[in-house]
């Protein structure tokens, strides 16, 4: 029988009921942090297309990631701008980097922060395409090696995980295979499986100063039209090695994540990537929508989704309302 015998307001009566049915939580410990880290000292340059983000110098970003750690929230990705660029993007696998001076000062400063860095060329080439360029057309091949030197030396400086971007064929085990080579064999990789060609990269983009300077990246990262390809792209990032998989971006794809969630027994990340954040927070500037309650919903979405972790810009607002029990 139902009404009124059967009357589902009566478990949303009051806030404590509410939160004793409650289905999906983010918790603090589902958050990863992006970062973006650049040459120089005492830098902290807010990144115009993303409020609230920053260009950190080495010294400035340490500083920073005792507030994270403050925080409870337990790992950060890590972007590199570069001195100077080319077109095989070196300053990637300089031993003396940007990224490579990164993590050995934030693990020395913070050891128990885990840190991820992004394996891609795109920050590092003047053309700004993630792999090696020859004739107009992005290598698969021989980019393959600079993605695996990368990825060695980003570890060797201290990194607890690599996560390959670049959607090259092959990344994950050419850099599975160069880790375990070198004795880093218990190191993981959370590769960027299903990376589609979207439009919400364009914050980011300025802030890396990564745009292409010719072409477009479809004819290496997924069509957003599509969702079976998917399985795929998984399948073979798990059968090369992959640790973690990712979706990028989140918001467009929540069926893309339910997918992967339910096909492979892995765990399961998802990007909140710039564009998704510089809508929430243009709209918000403008007394559009309520920030705070748009961000908890948006990130309860992802979560519910099937994600496992999220990377998002408002991890550390996220982690502090959690903190303050306001979620």
């Excluded at 790992?75 to 990224?99: C, N, Q, R, T, W």
């Amino acid at each position: 029988m139902g009404y009124p015998i059967h009357r589902p307001r009566r478990l949303r009566r009051t806030e404590t009921l509410r939160c004793m049915v409650r289905e999906t939580r983010v918790d603090i410990d589902d958050l990863i942090y992006p970062l973006f880290v650049t040459h120089g000292e005492g830098v902290k340059k807010e990144i115009e297309s993303m409020p609230g983000n920053y260009h950190f110098s080495v010294d400035t970003l340490v500083e920073e990631l005792g507030e994270v750690e403050a925080l409870g929230i337990p790992a950060v990705m890590l972007f590199g701008i570069p001195k100077s660029k080319d077109a095989h993007g070196s300053e990637a696998y300089d031993p003396e980097g940007i990224i490579q001076e990164a993590v050995s000062a934030a693990k020395s400063a913070h050891p128990g922060l885990c840190v991820i860095t992004d394996v891609c060329l795109c920050e590092y080439t003047d053309h700004g395409h993630c792999g090696v360029v020859k004739d107009g057309e992005i290598e698969n091949d021989p980019t393959l090696a600079l993605l695996a030197k990368t990825a060695v030396s980003h570890v060797r400086a201290g990194a607890d995980m690599v996560a390959p971007s670049d959607m090259m064929d092959g990344r994950v085990a050419a850099i599975r295979s160069a880790l375990d080579r070198e004795g880093f064999e218990q190191f993981p990789i959370m590769s960027y499986a299903a990376k589609y060609a979207s439009a919400f990269y364009g914050p980011f983009r300025a802030a890396a100063q990564s745009t292409p300077q010719f072409g477009d990246r479809r004819s290496y990262q997924m069509d957003p039209s599509n969702q079976r390809e998917v399985l795929r792209e998984v399948q073979l990032d798990i059968d090369e090695g992959a640790d973690i998989v990712m979706v990028k971006p989140a918001l467009a794809y929540l069926d893309v994540i339910r997918l992967v969630r339910d096909t492979f027994p892995v765990p399961v990340a998802a990007y909140n990537v710039s564009g998704e954040f510089a809508m929430v927070k243009g709209a918000a500037q403008r007394g559009w929508v309520d920030e705070k309650g748009i961000v908890i919903e948006l990130l309860t979405g992802i979560k519910r989704a099937g994600a496992d972790l999220i990377l998002t810009y408002f991890a550390k607002d996220m982690a502090a309302w959690i903190k303050e029990g306001t979620v």
